[in-house]
């Protein structure tokens, strides 16, 4: 080898992998849109005077919880609708958060369910086009649901997905998909009310990731559905044109996702979030050991 080809090679080779890894850390991470527009009437009198985001949870409030974890693991954008209460929530972001989280009013937040929140989300980015994770506010995850969800959120082309938890059952109904033997949801469906027919299909846990390539049909659907209503849910459109929409479902695997309606369902997420991130901290799990 020639004098100095020794050298060459090795600075080629590390000038190779310097450039892989700018070009993975250069890679735009997608949005993150956290809905607090709602006015929370099911959890009164828990929510007189503020949304559900802002019901504390141990020393934080539930927006506090959702926005730290997802601050610790992108990058990227971070936008809060508001609308019920809206001076208290974007008082509170700013003294905890500054210019880290930007917020967008819903005007229409009493006549909305959350399809408009989510639009008024989409638009406030400066860069929707890199994709988001559109994330309801009456939810408790704790690090190990968060890492499963970022895992696909920090991908470098992230598909889109529905985070499900658990299946479709008498106890757990709502927002539901079913997918094909690939992988691929074929159906969405919102079933409130009980209806066997529907047993075993992954329930959703109020996460959606939306990636680039799904970008545009996504906000075509849904200012279509909102032209015709504003009083719906935002997996409608998805619903009515899942053909045009490829995505897959995120079981989470582990962990703890709760999401909360009533003020009975509220205490019990809480108590059993704050059991759960008791007993996961290195400190317990010491103690627990040497026991």
């Known amino acids: 080898m020639p004098p100095g080809a020794a050298w060459l090679s090795g600075a080629l080779r590390r000038t190779w992998r310097g450039s892989l890894m700018m070009a993975k850390s250069d890679i735009a991470p997608p949005g993150v849109i956290l ?17 559900k985001s802002l019901l504390p949870v141990g020393d934080r409030l539930v927006l506090d919880w959702l926005i730290e974890a997802v601050i610790e693991r992108t990058t990227g954008e971070v936008v809060v609708v508001t609308g019920y209460a809206a001076e208290k929530v974007v008082v509170h972001l700013s003294s905890r958060f500054g210019s880290r989280v930007a917020t967008v009013h819903n005007e229409r937040y009493v006549d909305d369910v959350n399809i408009l929140s989510v639009e008024l989300g989409v638009a406030a980015l400066k860069y929707p086009e890199r994709g988001y994770l559109i994330v309801e506010t009456d939810l408790l995850l704790d690090r190990c649901a968060w890492d499963q969800v970022f895992s696909v959120v920090n991908d470098a082309a992230p598909l889109s997905c529905w985070v499900c938890d658990g299946f479709y059952n008498p106890q757990l109904t709502g927002g539901i998909v079913h997918a094909d033997p690939n992988g691929r949801i074929d159906a969405v469906a919102y079933q409130p009310v009980y209806d066997p027919a529907f ?31 504003i009083a719906q849910y935002y997996l ?6 899942i053909a045009c929409l490829p995505s897959r479902v995120l079981q989470l695997q582990g ?28 400190n317990n799990k010491e103690k627990v050991t040497s026991a």
């Open 199 to 229: 047993d075993g299909w992954p329930k959703m846990v109020g996460l959606l990731l939306v990636g680039p390539k799904q970008v545009e049909e996504d906000r075509r659907l849904r200012r279509a559905a909102i032209e015709q209503s």
């Open 35 to 51: 809905l607090s527009a709602g006015r929370g009437s099911r959890m009164l009198p828990l929510t007189e005077g503020i949304p």
């Open 255 to 282: 962990g703890f996702a709760r999401s909360f309606n009533t003020e009975n369902d509220f205490y019990r997420a809480r108590a059993d979030f704050l059991a759960q991130s008791h007993s996961s901290t290195p």
């Open 236 to 241: 409608m459109p998805w619903r009515e044109g």
